[in-house]
């Protein structure tokens, strides 16, 4: 009889701890109220033609679940749901006790107009050339290279193409409405002049002393030399700009002290500049002198460290007008891990330090600009640039279908970068802040991948930027902010299908 009572306490003990358990846990009711704890929907944005969202949730102590717009009655944990416009899906959790509502909205792109400028590397905006945003006709640039596509579609991709050319510049997955595109390939319509000149005093320069000479154009390059070190004769030839328009050059001399020419300042001794106009017409410009006058430096100093496998190539310094145009000075080739430099001290300029480095055909920089007066301190880390993965070299049978991929770069963009091997054939420069990219079609602008044709892949590689979209907002290839870095790996070569 002891036996049996207490068989049955035992078992009534069991069913009330499974009782209690029912109530306080899992997923169905009892006398807990539902709870929701999570509902979210991914992707939370869809591009303009919609697409396919999943649908998940955690929920508690419900007896049945209902998703609208939708199913009605769902179970589990999820669901895929195809979406075509904005929704604002609404999940209810239910049991005796009552419900419990959740809204997770996915959002859907509206058109938007594409509103943009195309220029070059030097900043000279660009007329008349080709912006096709795939998918929509191509228009041509403003005589102030503006551009407007309506009814774009985020995410988008554009081409331009100058048509003295057949390199294509394009940019991927592009969200923003203004972009500013840099064009990478130089205009057709170009004037050239040569501008001659003399600095002093200093001349005869003395035994240990040395000078650079050093010219920017508006809407142009630039040039860097040495005066003749006897009568500081000076001759800055094959200066060019774009197109036919008339335009200024900047010049800028510096006396200075160095062991031999070829090694970095160790002090300044003099600076002098001027402006010079050029008026379209090739005809070259002389007697621009320079007078100059005594400056003093600042020291640029710290230390650098490189990847594994990578060989110091050189440190040195110099001075920036603005971004892109400045003045170099001579290197050093010495690997010691750190560095002291000297830089001209100069009004309304600034200074920069690079180091190189190089492994195997790869190379990779790293800079620090912006300085302004003595700077000790300064720590340049060379990243291990990509690897670039597919296609492999000497690969065949490459098309639009082949993507072409690589190893990630801490917070960087890449520019793929596919070279015909003959003259005449298309060129394509590809900004994207993706591991991989494929070769745009633009057979409609002309611009197709030739079948059966000897091709070269490489990639530059830049850092660090958000994404793409800051780039095109800031119409800069240089990173905001006083640090980067580039790092462009061998190229490969490759054969395109028949």
Not at 193 to 221: H, Q, Y
Not at 309 to 331: H, K, M, Q, R, Y
Not at 347 to 370: K, L, M
Request: hydrophobic residues 40%; charged residues 10%.
């Amino acid at each position: 009889m002891i036996i049996v009572r207490s068989f049955i306490l035992i078992v009534l003990a069991a069913s009330l701890a499974a009782l209690a358990a029912g109530c306080s846990g899992g997923n169905g009711g009892g006398s807990k109220k539902p709870s929701i704890r999570s509902f979210e929907a991914s992707p939370a944005t869809l591009p303009l033609s919609g697409g396919v969202v999943t649908l998940t949730w955690d929920v508690k102590h419900a007896d049945a679940l209902f998703l609208e717009p939708g199913p009605g009655l769902v179970t589990g944990t999820g669901a895929t749901i195809t979406v075509t416009g904005p929704t604002s899906f609404l999940l209810t959790a239910r049991n005796s006790k009552g419900d419990d509502l959740a809204v997770a909205t996915v959002s859907v792109a509206a058109p938007i107009t594409v509103s943009g400028t195309v220029a070059q590397l030097s900043g000279s905006r660009m007329p008349n050339i080709p912006v096709f945003v795939h998918g929509h006709e191509p228009v041509l640039t403003a005589d102030d290279g503006t551009f407007s596509v309506p009814g774009v579609s985020p995410p988008y991709d554009v081409s331009v193409v100058h048509p003295f050319s057949t390199t294509a510049t394009s940019y991927l997955g592009l969200t923003v409405p203004n972009p500013n595109l840099l064009m990478l390939t130089n205009t057709a319509e170009f004037s050239a002049t040569s501008i001659d000149g003399t600095l002093s005093p200093g001349f005869p320069s003395a035994v240990g002393v040395s000078n650079r000479v050093c010219s920017r154009i508006a809407g142009g390059g630039g040039l860097t030399l040495a005066a003749d070190e006897t009568t500081g004769n000076f001759s800055l030839t094959s200066l060019s700009w774009d197109g036919n328009s008339d335009t200024t050059a900047s010049i800028a001399a510096f006396l200075y002290n160095a062991p031999d020419d070829g090694l970095p300042p160790t002090s300044f001794i003099s600076y002098g500049s001027r402006t010079t106009p050029l008026e379209n017409g090739n005809a070259p410009v002389v007697a621009q002198n320079i007078t100059l006058a005594p400056i003093s430096g600042i020291t640029l100093a710290g230390t650098y460290s490189l990847p594994a496998d990578f060989t110091f190539s050189s440190v040195n310094a110099s001075i920036e007008f603005a971004p892109l145009a400045g003045c170099s000075f001579p290197f050093s080739s010495n690997d010691t891990g750190s560095f002291s430099l000297i830089a001209p001290s100069v009004p309304s300029t600034t200074a920069r330090v690079d180091v190189s480095a190089s492994s195997a055909g790869a190379s990779i920089q790293a800079t620090r600009r912006g300085l302004t007066a003595t700077t000790t301190g300064i720590d340049l880390t060379l990243t291990e640039p990509p690897l670039l993965i597919v296609p492999v070299p000497n690969s065949n049978g490459v098309s639009l279908d082949t993507n072409f991929t690589w190893t990630p770069y801490p917070d960087g963009l890449f520019v793929l970068l596919v070279i015909g091997g003959a003259p005449g054939q298309p060129n394509f420069v590809v900004f994207t802040d993706q591991t991989h990219a494929k070769v745009p079609d633009l057979s409609v602008i002309g611009l197709g991948l030739p079948p059966d044709a000897d091709y070269a892949w490489a990639l530059l590689s830049l850092r660090p930027f958000v994404d793409l979209q800051e780039l095109v907002t800031t119409g800069s290839i240089l990173p905001p902010g006083d640090l980067y870095e580039q790092a462009t790996p061998n190229a490969r070569p490759f054969h395109t299908a028949p």
